[in-house]
């Protein structure tokens, strides 16, 4: 399923009922496969899983092409098959501004060149660094 342009905002279909879905490319949510989307946080995970669902898709379409002859035409599909990969990432970072406020930003695991694995968790997001704001200091003049 090579997505030509973006989804739009909204709703977005489950790729698992598509009927080429290919259950190997479905990323697990933090190693368990992921529910049905029954609540509103389910429903972004599920966005999530299926922007980098898109994204496998599009790199396997692209090993594909990788693997005929070197030719002009090939190199011409090859730049296509880079080119969807693209619109596929800038998807799914729309897609993970979405989740972001919900406090969902996942820390993708790849595995041989697919992203197999989405991490979740306090173990798996970004340390925020300490830090201290002041709107008083203090100035001393060298003495001399």
């Not at 342009?5 to 933090?30: M, V, Y």
């Not at 509103?40 to 599920?46: A, N, Q, T, V």
């Not at 969902?104 to 340390?127: C, E, N, T, W, Y």
Request: charged share 25%.
């Amino acid at each position: 399923m090579n997505m030509e342009s973006t989804p739009p905002p909204g709703p977005h279909p489950d790729p698992r009922e598509a009927p080429d879905f290919e259950p190997a490319l479905w990323p697990t949510w933090d190693g368990a496969p992921l529910a049905s989307a029954s609540d509103p946080k389910s429903e972004l995970k599920l966005h999530l899983a299926a922007a980098y669902y898109v994204i496998n898709q599009e790199y396997r379409a692209l090993q594909v092409v990788r693997q005929e002859p070197d030719t002009p035409a090939r190199v011409a599909r090859s730049r296509e098959a880079l080119q969807r990969i693209e619109r596929a990432i800038l998807a799914k970072e729309r897609v993970e501004a979405e989740c972001a406020p919900h406090g969902l930003i996942p820390d993708p695991v790849v595995r041989d060149g697919v992203i197999a694995d989405l991490k979740f968790g306090p173990k798996h997001q970004p340390r925020a660094q300490p830090s201290a704001l002041s709107m008083f200091f203090q100035v001393r003049r060298p003495s001399p």
